[in-house]
């Protein structure tokens, strides 16, 4: 069994910032890629960032600039630090994970809320 556990989100001011958190853990094999997607009210989930175990990293052109990804692959963990985040980021955001064999995971997602 695979357990995707993220954490981080919050309630925060627009222009301030927060850091996002995922760890994986449990039956898991050689991971390709561990990204970020967030899905605002009404919307589809969408790709924030992603970065492949060789170190390339993909953003969406919305967070370039203020979104940075990172991840430590001894430890199966990824980071996202936000920073001047605006209204338009809310949403609740999730990790995923993509094994060498294409197999995919999702965490239950976290909630970050921009609002003054």
């Known amino acids: 069994q695979v357990h995707i556990v993220e954490s981080g989100g919050g309630l925060v001011q627009p222009g301030g910032s927060l850091r996002l958190s995922c760890a994986a853990s449990g039956s898991i094999s050689s991971i390709y890629a561990m990204g970020w997607y967030r899905q605002a009210p009404g919307k589809q989930r969408a790709l924030v960032a992603v970065?492949?175990?060789?170190?390339?990293?993909n953003y969406a052109d919305s967070v370039k600039g203020r979104f940075s990804a990172s991840r430590d692959n001894a430890e199966n963990t990824l980071y996202l630090q936000m920073s001047s985040l605006k209204p338009e980021d809310t949403a609740v955001y999730y990790c995923n994970v993509v094994e060498y064999s294409s197999r995919s995971y999702w965490g239950q997602g976290t909630q970050v809320t921009v609002s003054s």
């Open positions: 970065i492949t175990s060789a170190g390339t990293s």
